[in-house]
């Protein structure tokens, strides 16, 4: 069984840096594709940052140069750096893994992030 749990999240004000973690049980971490996802109020859940099984990474235009998203595979982790947040990255965020063998996906149960103006 598969399980992810997300961290970190919270309020802070604009310009300020949050860091989200997921943590991820069972022994498939190394063949899964992760991703953090966000949704805002009335918005579409929307991809923010991905990290292959071989650590490449893609982001989200609205995020580049602002967030890092980073894996530890001897921790099972994905960790997402978030600095010079905005009030629009205000959203509840989603881990989610993806085991690229059987394409199974698996979701955290997500964290609230607020950014205050």
């Known amino acids: 069984q598969v399980q992810l749990a997300e961290s970190g999240g919270g309020l802070v004000q604009a310009g300020g840096s949050l860091r989200l973690s997921c943590a991820v049980s069972?022994?498939?971490?190394?063949?899964?594709?992760m991703g953090w996802y966000r949704q805002a109020p009335g918005k579409q859940r929307e991809l923010v940052a991905g990290?292959?099984?071989?650590?490449?990474?893609n982001y989200a235009d609205s995020v580049k140069d602002r967030f890092t998203i980073s894996r530890d595979n001897t921790k099972n982790t994905v960790v997402l750096q978030m600095n010079s947040l905005k009030p629009e990255d205000t959203a509840v965020y989603y881990c989610?893994?993806?085991?690229?063998?059987?394409?199974?996906?698996?979701w955290g149960q997500g964290t609230q992030v607020t950014v205050s103006s």
């Open positions: 989610k893994g993806t085991n690229w063998v059987s394409a199974d996906n698996y």
């Open positions: 069972g022994s498939i971490f190394r063949i899964m594709h």
């Open positions: 990290v292959s099984s071989r650590g490449n990474t």
